[in-house]
């Protein structure tokens, strides 16, 4: 079963797909430690009871949240928060309006190519000892290296709550002929868009399963060497075997992600 860990503002908030579905939670994962991703952001949406954790993202600047396109495409900014500054997703102690959403000129809704976007915040981030603003990787690191997820998505597929507390696991990074065997073709979802492979892609997580991205972690930051080298974009179910958790590739839109 495939799934988008978070599903974009365009086609259905708050929704996870049958099969393909956003990034969302993380699945076999542990608390984190106060100082594993201090550039992690809620990106929270309003929905009909309010406003409530709809994808991840990260810091890279006073203003500029990066995410997933698919998280924020068709979005208004207006109806969007986003908090930071802690691991209890409910007592984040920094938040800010968002100004401005972009979403990567090259993004497509129907492959999920160029999965990536950016909130433009109406306050600003300053960098403290608990929140830093993230560095991004001019290259993907080596298949075998071990990368760092994060995320407040499901713990479980079939368990709609969300932890309170900051998860993290660690994925084996794939060779692209892995992730390829993996995910040959479009994967079918039938109420979604079918993403297919694409260089712009980068694979992680162990044949075995056990471990990954799962719904509502759309946009939260895969890190290795101190760099963050993916963002969460879309997986077959949540830590499945044989399924590994595919992210877009930051060193493909590192300069975009940068400009904007």
Same mark, same amino acid.
């Given at each position: 079963?495939?799934?988008?860990?978070?599903?974009?503002?365009?086609?259905?908030?708050?929704?996870?797909?049958?099969?393909?579905?956003?990034?969302?939670?993380?699945?076999?994962?542990?608390?984190?430690?106060?100082?594993?991703?201090?550039?992690?952001?809620?990106?929270?949406?309003?929905?009909?009871?309010?406003?409530?954790?709809?994808?991840?993202?990260?810091?890279?600047?006073?203003?500029?949240?990066?995410?997933?396109?698919?998280?924020?495409?068709?979005?208004?900014?207006?109806?969007?928060?986003?908090?930071?500054?802690?691991?209890?997703?409910?007592?984040?102690?920094?938040?800010?309006?968002?100004?401005?959403?972009?979403?990567?000129?090259?993004?497509?809704?129907?492959?999920?190519?160029?999965?990536?976007?950016?909130?433009?915040?109406?306050?600003?981030?300053?960098?403290?000892?608990?929140?830093?603003? *993230?560095?991004?990787?001019?290259?993907?690191? +080596? &298949?075998?290296?071990?990368?760092? #997820?994060? !995320?407040? %998505?499901?713990?479980? /597929?079939?368990?709609?709550?969300?932890?309170?507390?900051?998860?993290?696991?660690?994925?084996?990074?794939?060779?692209?002929?892995?992730?390829? *065997?993996?995910?040959?073709?479009?994967?079918? +979802? &039938?109420?979604?868009?079918?993403? #297919?492979? !694409?260089? %712009?892609?980068?694979? /992680?997580?162990?044949?075995?399963?056990?471990?990954?991205?799962?719904?509502?972690?759309?946009?939260?930051?895969?890190?290795?060497?101190?760099?963050?080298?993916?963002?969460?974009?879309?997986?077959?179910?949540?830590?499945?075997?044989?399924?590994?958790?595919?992210?877009?590739?930051? /060193?493909?839109?590192?300069?975009?992600?940068?400009?904007?």
């Amino acid at each position: 079963m495939l799934r988008k860990v978070v599903v974009s503002a365009g086609i259905a908030f708050g929704l996870a797909f049958a099969t393909t579905v956003p990034a969302a939670a993380i699945v076999g994962g542990s608390p984190a430690a106060t100082d594993t991703a201090p550039y992690q952001v809620s990106v929270l949406m309003e929905g009909w009871v309010g406003k409530s954790h709809a994808c991840g993202g990260f810091l890279i600047g006073a203003k500029r949240v990066v995410t997933s396109a698919h998280c924020i495409a068709g979005a208004t900014a207006s109806k969007i928060e986003v908090r930071w500054g802690g691991l209890e997703k409910g007592k984040l102690p920094h938040s800010s309006g968002v100004s401005k959403v972009v979403v990567h000129p090259g993004w497509n809704a129907n492959t999920f190519a160029n999965d990536v976007g950016i909130l433009q915040l109406s306050g600003s981030a300053s960098e403290t000892g608990t929140v830093r603003f *993230a560095k991004l990787a001019s290259s993907a690191p +080596a &298949p075998d290296t071990l990368a760092t #997820v994060t !995320g407040w %998505g499901r713990t479980q /597929a079939d368990d709609p709550s969300l932890p309170n507390a900051l998860q993290e696991t660690q994925l084996p990074i794939r060779t692209f002929a892995a992730c390829q *065997a993996a995910y040959p073709g479009p994967q079918t +979802a &039938p109420t979604s868009p079918d993403p #297919v492979l !694409g260089s %712009g892609m980068l694979c /992680a997580g162990s044949d075995d399963g056990g471990s990954g991205i799962c719904t509502l972690d759309s946009g939260d930051p895969l890190t290795a060497d101190g760099m963050v080298v993916g963002i969460a974009s879309w997986s077959r179910g949540c830590g499945e075997p044989g399924s590994p958790s595919v992210f877009t590739d930051v /060193a493909q839109v590192k300069s975009w992600a940068e400009s904007q």
